[in-house]
């Protein structure tokens, strides 16, 4: 309730300001990557619409397989339901992911050092109104993605391997942001295993860690098989990579291009679309020192950490960057154990007040902004 409280008030202000401005909702709530989506959801990665392109006006055969198989698969199968358009079953399915993201954010509250059902509340409301929470609320991947890894960082904590692997491993179909996750996922299993005296518990372990990167490695291959099938098992493996950044610019850098843009937005403060997109990204880095200061289980912090690098250490669209850091909500686990302890009304002032910004920001970076999302 939580969840879809935060979530419904941005859509619903959104909502409002396409009356006031005369946009359709459904249209904003499924633009850019939303099209991709619908697209291979609806005609599969061979036949996708000939209006989509990459971020330089072309297509190729190959050019869909950037985009992940498992939310346009689950889409397409929920298109069955009675009454539902492509459209509508990609918003219900990105609502149905966020809600289970908010019942794994709400556990992973309870469990953690200092943890409480309070801190888990806060954890799912701080998580719903996040800058860029309206893309829980779009044709996007990143509600079904944070459902996955949420789900399988509780079951680290828990030392439940096996479901840790196979939550790990489902979301290696859904978002490359997976690195980070299998890193986290497979080196806890692995430290257990060698610490564990007891068998069982080791074997689990060990095979958690083997079953977490199944689905990101499998994606790799079978679309370099596609993309270049005379090719050796390296080559074929790196092919996406190489897809990423001829078609969109994405390559690892160590951040050059990010502190570049930094730079030019911080001094020309002109252009408040460059100036948010810093805003956040250093926002996240803060996250991630005051995590390391409070001691977050270090599974977590890893994780956060990696989303960090590898979305402030690639180069790309720039703006995009608060929409992928959106899966770094490790990092708002402290700040939300920290919440919990004020009283009820100060933690109702900066809920409040972070649902409010998170509704102005969706606008933005829907409506006002180009190329946010």
Known sequence: ????????????????????????????????????????????????????????????????????PGYPTIVRWAEHLPGLTLAGAALLVSTASGVL????????????????????????????????????????????????????L??????????????????????????ALVLAVALAALLHALRSRHLPSRVGAVLGAAIAPAGLLGYLSWAGDWIRPQADWLDRMGSWTELQENGWGSHFDGGLATTRFAGTAI?????????????????FVALLVFAYRRRLEWPLLVYGAGV???????????????????????????VAVALARRRTATRALVLGGAAVAS???????????????
């Open 1 to 68: 309730m939580i969840y879809l409280a935060i979530r419904e008030f941005g859509v619903l202000m959104l909502w409002i300001a396409g009356r006031i401005g005369e946009f359709d909702l459904v249209t904003a709530l499924t633009v850019w990557d939303g099209q991709w989506y619908l697209g291979i959801a609806a005609g599969g990665y061979a036949d996708t619409p000939d209006t989509l392109a990459d971020a330089y006006g072309t297509q190729s055969a190959e050019t869909p397989l950037a985009f992940f």
């Open 101 to 152: 993201a908010a019942y794994a954010l709400a556990r992973l509250g309870r469990i953690v050092r200092g943890g409480s059902p309070v801190a888990g509340y806060v954890l799912v409301a701080l998580f719903a109104a996040a800058p860029m929470g309206v893309v829980l609320s779009m044709a996007y991947s990143e509600a079904m993605f944070c459902a996955l890894a949420a789900w399988a």
């Open 267 to 283: 001094t020309r403060l002109d252009v408040w679309q460059d100036v948010a997109a810093v805003l956040v990204a250093a926002g």
């Open 308 to 334: 960090l690098v590898m979305t402030l250490g690639s180069a790309g669209l720039m703006t995009s960057k608060a929409r992928l850091l959106l899966p770094a909500f490790t990092l708002l686990v402290p």
């Open 154 to 179: 509780v079951f680290v904590l828990e030392r439940r391997w096996l479901w840790a692997g196979g939550c790990c491993a489902l979301a290696g179909l859904v978002r490359p942001t997976v690195v």
């Open 359 to 373: 509704s102005w920001f969706g606008y933005c970076a829907l409506i006002i902004w180009e190329n946010a999302i």
